[in-house]
């Protein structure tokens, strides 16, 4: 990920949260995710939300990255205009391509559609979902022209979860269904019975090792 884990500061701060807040992070604790999928805390932004508490993941095969990702939990007391709600789910998901398929014009509103499609899937309701869809391909030369060229998607996106009893969202089915579309990303067969119309990215041919 692109920021070094936390070194010592609690990322949830603590006793000093307000209640809501902690339930929501106790949640994202408690939540059971599929094997291949490795989650762990990492430093929180600072500046989007006076508490904020954040996870990156990775779906592992062996000593491989198939894809990873970054969920990050915002909480404003106050409320948020733009968010219409107090909290605010922020993530990045990003896996290498086939070039067969980063060529595919559709790939970005596909993986729109992956986005809240695991949403609905979990029955979640949401607001204000926004993000964009990034594709970029790189090319090697001179000293490095015996690499072959790759392909990586990106996800960026944030919605508003919807708050349920005590003003807390189902932060853990959040999560959940989070991992659902890092997984379809990184070419994983559903976890369990779905539609089997649903097309996931075939895994890509050299994943990185990690």
Request: hydrophobic share 40%; glycine share 8%; aromatic share 6%.
């Amino acid at each position: 990920m692109d920021e070094p884990k936390d070194t010592g500061e609690d990322p949830d701060q603590g006793d000093a949260a307000p209640l809501p807040f902690r339930a929501a992070v106790d949640a994202l604790r408690s939540a059971r995710l599929r094997p291949q999928i490795e989650v762990e805390p990492t430093r929180p932004p600072k500046r989007l939300a006076p508490f904020a508490y954040a996870l990156e993941a990775a779906v592992v095969d062996g000593d491989q990255d198939l894809a990873d990702g970054r969920l990050v939990l915002l909480y404003d007391p106050a409320g948020h205009d733009a968010w219409r709600g107090t909290f605010r789910l922020v993530t990045l998901v990003r896996a290498e391509l086939e070039p067969e398929m980063a060529a595919d014009p559709l790939l970005p509103d596909v993986c729109w559609s992956w986005l809240t499609g695991a949403l609905a899937a979990r029955g979640l309701t949401y607001g204000e979902p926004s993000g964009t869809v990034t594709r970029a391909s790189s090319h090697y030369f001179g000293g490095l022209a015996e690499r072959p060229s790759a392909s990586q998607i990106e996800i960026r996106a944030s919605w508003t979860p919807r708050e349920e009893l005590g003003g807390v969202p189902d932060t853990a089915a959040h999560l959940v269904s989070w991992c659902d579309l890092l997984a379809q990303v990184a070419g994983l067969p559903p976890a369990g019975p779905g539609d089997a119309s649903v097309v996931t990215l075939p895994q890509r041919r050299g994943p990185q090792s990690r």
